[in-house]
């Protein structure tokens, strides 16, 4: 199976399934001296892992990691760091049904159609699992960006139809409730909505949005490497989203180039932009100003409710899954989505430095 690495200076490759024995990631290109602790890693896994509230699974992981390799004395030492997380609460029982038909809005089928086999236990290497090693990456991407200066703030959007009030956006309530919102009268409607797709045997999607602060401008490439481009390819990659937007996104189709266009202005000799419609990037490359993106996620496909699909046979049958998961994917999915962008950034940062003599004269001026 090829597929399974990203970026090309800062690359990692994910490894591992849903119920084996561990799942992780081998990271190379990170540059040395980078200080690393496991606790570093930690943090941001605990912002995916399942079980912490009664809007995701009840299945049960501490999702703890371990260095293997890469890091020495707390700091990288410029080789791949490998990074491991156990599987240790996994109930392959749940799954033994589906391994004689195609659960609607899983990759079972097209598996199948691909590889003629398929690992049924949870999915494979489609579960949702799979992310740990993107996000355990994106953690010391995230971690070297921000001796850079760039950081991150990405929240949950929308559940449903509940949308967050920017108005009333307070940071402090992306971290305290259970939907990762930024406005706690909206969680708290998201959460009552959760609840009837619950009674309902249903489930529900939503929109991250991520907004990343200090990225210079210049970072990117005009043509097949643009800075958005790499980004929308970074978070269509994971599995649940559907659809991707940067700045005003669709609603671009619908405006005048008199109200898209965003005004340079020039203020105490630093080139700034009145407005921001563009989200940060003009032409493939970053312009200096916050960059937001959003991705679109689809509800949980494996609901409890009774569903039509087929068997291995191609016979008509109905089909009602068991097993623990999620009725929202959005919450857990927020620290996903920064992970990617990180990772991207990380790259094309890196990658910059080769983009001008100048920039090479100054790390090597010569004798």
Known sequence: MSGSTFNHIFRITTWGESHGKAIGVVIDGCPAG??????????????????????????????????????????????????????????????????????????????????????????????????????????????????????????????????????????????????????????????EYLAKCMADQDSAGGVIECRIHGVPAGIGDPVFEKLDANLAKAIMSIGAVKAFEIGDGFNVSAANGSSNNDPFVSEHGKVTKKTNHAGGVLGGISDGSEIILRAYVKPTPSIFSMQETINQKGENIQVQIKGRHDPVIVPRAVVVVEAMAALTLADAIIANMSSRISYLKDFYPGK
């Open 34 to 191: 980078l200080s690393l602790e496991e606790h570093d890693i930690q943090a941001y896994l605990d912002r995916r892992k399942p079980g912490q509230s009664n809007i995701s699974t009840p299945r049960k992981e501490a999702d703890t990691v371990q260095i293997l390799s890469g890091v020495f004395e707390g700091r990288t030492t410029g080789a791949p760091i490998s990074l491991m997380v156990p599987n240790t609460s996994q109930r392959s029982h749940d799954y033994s049904e589906i391994a004689s038909y195609y659960r609607p809005g899983h990759a079972d089928y097209t598996f199948d159609q691909k590889y003629g086999f398929r690992d049924y236990r949870g999915g494979g290497r489609s579960s949702g699992r799979e992310t740990i090693g993107r996000v355990a990456a994106g953690a010391i991407a995230a971690k070297l960006l921000k001796e850079l200066g760039v950081h991150f703030l990405t929240y949950t959007k929308s559940i449903g139809p509940v949308c967050a009030n920017m108005e009333a956006f307070d940071e402090a309530a992306i971290a305290s409730t259970p939907t990762h919102m930024p406005d706690y009268e909206a969680s708290r409607k998201a959460e």
